[in-house]
C-alpha cells in the first residue's frame, strides 16, 4: 500500500481545515444540551476534546480542540462537517460504521453513503498504529453524546 | 566531522570501525537483508529494540537443541552443562561491564532492575526491617534525586518509592542544550539526599551525561547511586567500577541480544545488604513453615525459573560487541551521531533536540520538523524503508521541558552505515513538503 493511499488528498487537506476546531470561540447554541469528552492517546500524547450540543434529537452543534498527527485531526475536523445536522441515530450509526471499518484491518470497505468523507480513512485500517489515531476525536465524540442525552433526558 | 568531547570522553581514545568493516559486520545481521516494501531496510531504530547477529539467534536455538534443562538443580548432566552455561554468562556480563560475576543479577528488562531496587528500598523502609537493611530505609526528611532527561523507567518507580515512604523526590533540570545543569544539582544534591539515580545517556537527547562528576557529588552527602546504563552500554565501553556507580541497570535488547533480559549491577556488599523483591524457590536456604532465610546475591534476587536461553543468548551478543570493540563501535557510533545532526541542522524546518553539532553526543538524534507531526514525518520515512521511532520516547516530562508532545529520533548501532545517515537525511528533506508545512 502506498503512503498515497494512507494520505489521501482530502485528509491532507482537512489537517490544514480543521473545520469544527475552537470551543471557546463558539458557545453552545441557545436550549441545547451538551457533552464534552477529552480523550488521549499515551502512545504519541495527541489529545483532543470534542463538545457535542443536542437539541431536538439533532446534532446542533460539534466542536473541537485538539493536537496531534495529521490524522487525528484530519479525523476530528472531517467528524465536524459530519455531524452538524444529523440526528442523533444516523450519527451513532456513522460512528459505528466508522469504527468497523477502522478495525477491520483492510478488511473492510467504507460505504462512502454513509462515511461521506471519513470512507477517506479506510486505508489508515491497515496501519494498526493509526487506528487510533483517526479513532480518537470519534470516541470522544461519542462518550460527549452520550453525556449530552443524558442531560437532556435529565428532570 | 570533528567534534568536543564531553569530559568523561572515551569517544577518541580508538579508531572508528571502517566502511568496509561495517559492510562486513551488516553479514551477520539477516534481518538487515529483508527488503521493506520494495525498499532496502534502513534501520535507524536501535536507540527501541536492536538486532541480533546470527550469533545470538544460534547461541539460543543451540541451548534449546542441545543442553536444555533446569538450573541449579538436578544432578543430571544437562542440568549441569545448563547450569555451567548460564554461569558462564553471568561471567561474560560481569567482563563486560567491569564487575564480579556475582554483582550480576539476571532480570527481565532495565525497567524490572530498577524497580528491583525500588522495591528492595521500600522493604527496608518498612517497619520491622532491620539490620543491614536500616541503610536503604527512606522516610520523611529524606530525598530522592532524579534527572529531567529520564526514561520514565528511571522516573516512575522513585515516585512510587517517595510517595510510598513519605521521601521527597527531586530533579535536576535540563538546560536548553539537553545538557544537565549541574549548577543546579550541586545544590539540589544535599546530605538529605539518600538515592540519585540518572542516565547514561540520554535517550531522546543523545547526551553523555558527567557520571563521574555526579557520582563525586553523591558520594560528598553518602548518597546511594543508580545509573541507567540502557543507552551507554550498547554503544560505548562500560566499567561500573571505573565510574564508581552503587549500582546499573542495562537491557539485553538494546545491545544486540535478546527481548526478556536485563541486567542489575550492584556493588557486592550492597545487594547482601538488601532485602530481596520477589520471593520463592532458588533463592533461599533454609525455609521452614514460618520463615526462610536467603542465599547471598545474585541468587537472592533471583527467584523461580529464570531467563536462561536469553542469559545465554545475551553472552553471545557481549561476546560479539567485544569482539567487534566497544572503543571502536562508539568511535563510530559518534561519526554517525555528527553526520545525523550535521544533516538534519542543516535542513530548513528541522530543530535538532540536544547537543549542539560539533558536541559529543551518542549515535541518535531526535528532531521536530514544523508543521508536521512526529507520527506522519515516521510514516513518510516508512514508506521509504526507514525505519525510526517517533513520540515521547517514554519521556514525556522531557519532551515538555522542551516545548514538544513528541519528537521523531533516529538512532544508530555498529551496523549503520554512512549512507544508510544521508539516504535517511535526503528524506527527511522532502518531509514538509509532502505534507504542505
Redesign the interface.
Known sequence: MSLEQLYQQIILEHAKLRTGSGLAETPVPAGASAGQSHQLNPVCGDEVTVRVAVSDGKVAQLRWDGQGCSISMASASVLAELAEGMDVAGFTAVIDSFRDVLRSRGKLAADPEILGDAAAFEGVSKYAARVKCAMISWVAAEDALAQARTSSTAP | MAFVPTSESRALLSPALTDDEVLRIRNDFPILARPMGGHPLIYLDSGATSQNPISVIEAEQEFYEQRNAAVHRGAHLLAVEATESFEDARETLAAFVGADADEIIWTSNATEGLNLLSYAFLNSSLPGAAGPAARFALGAGDEIVVTEMEHHANLIPWQQLAERTGATLRFVPVDDAGALDLDAAAGIISPATRVLAFSHASNVLGTINPVKTLVAMARRVGALTVLDACQSAPHLPLDVKDLDVDFAVLSGHKMLGPTGIGVLYGRSELLNALPPFLTGGSMITTVTMERAAFLPAPQRFEAGTQKVSQAIALAAAANYLTETGMGRVHAWESLLGQRLVEGLSSIPGIRVLGPAPGEERIGLASFDVAG?????VG??LD?KGIAVR???HCA?PL?RRLGL??STRASTYLYNTTSDVDTFLAAVAGVRA???A
Open positions: 508536521v507531526h512526529a507520527h506522519d510514516q513518510f514508506s517517533v513520540g515521547h514525556q519532551h508532545t513528541a509532502y505534507f504542505g
